[in-house]
């Protein structure tokens, strides 16, 4: 994961000079603030770093606990519309991060909400002129057919980083472990 940051971080300042990341939590956290540290260049400050939380995958009952992808993104946290924070998103070039790009459904709600939820105060504060323009990084993306989808000029500008496309596997991240013992030799074992 460390490593993954470091390695994306030029690309990020050159292609996407970010002002603030938006992290996708749970899993968008830890590449966010591991981010946050490559990023930072002499004589600046951090890049700040929000949080949202959306929930797509379910729990399937059972003693291992599998997780499966849900059919609805859920909102579990979210920016508040009406504090001064939403002021701070206004003609800013905005950074999400989350840890695994699967099926899309996930990015392509938080970038269509996100959007929405700063036009919305762009108006508010009479800056017609000043756009948002929002970036994607995963650690990850998994190299199958998606069922989500992200705005074309996104995708046609190159505003959208997956550090490594992997196969369509499953990826137990170091924070979801409950033996980071076990996780680690798992991993070595079993690297992507």
Known sequence: ?????????????????????????GGGYVPARILRSFLKRPGSSNIPIQAI?????????????????GTKVTRTQWLDLSSLE???????????VDEV????????????ELEKDVETARKKMGQEGEKSKFSIFVLHNKDKQKKG?????????HRYLAAKTV???????????????????LADSQPL
Not at 3 to 25: E, H, T, V
Not at 86 to 91: P, Q
Not at 171 to 182: K, L, R
Request: hydrophobic fraction near 35%; charge should be negative; glycine fraction near 6%.
């Open 1 to 25: 994961v460390h490593k993954l940051c470091q390695a994306s971080a030029q690309r990020i300042l050159d292609d996407f000079q970010p002002n603030l990341m938006i992290a996708i939590g």
């Open 149 to 157: 989808h992200l705005p074309e000029d996104m995708l046609n500008e």
């Open 53 to 69: 939380g959306l929930s797509l995958y379910e729990t399937l009952g059972g003693d291992n606990q599998v997780e499966e992808p």
């Open 167 to 185: 196969p369509d596997v499953w990826i137990c991240y170091p924070w979801e472990a409950t033996d980071i013992d076990e996780h680690d030799r």
């Open 86 to 96: 939403m002021s701070n998103l206004v003609g800013k070039n905005i950074l999400i």
């Open 101 to 112: 790009d699967d099926t899309r459904t996930t990015l392509e709600y938080a970038v269509k």
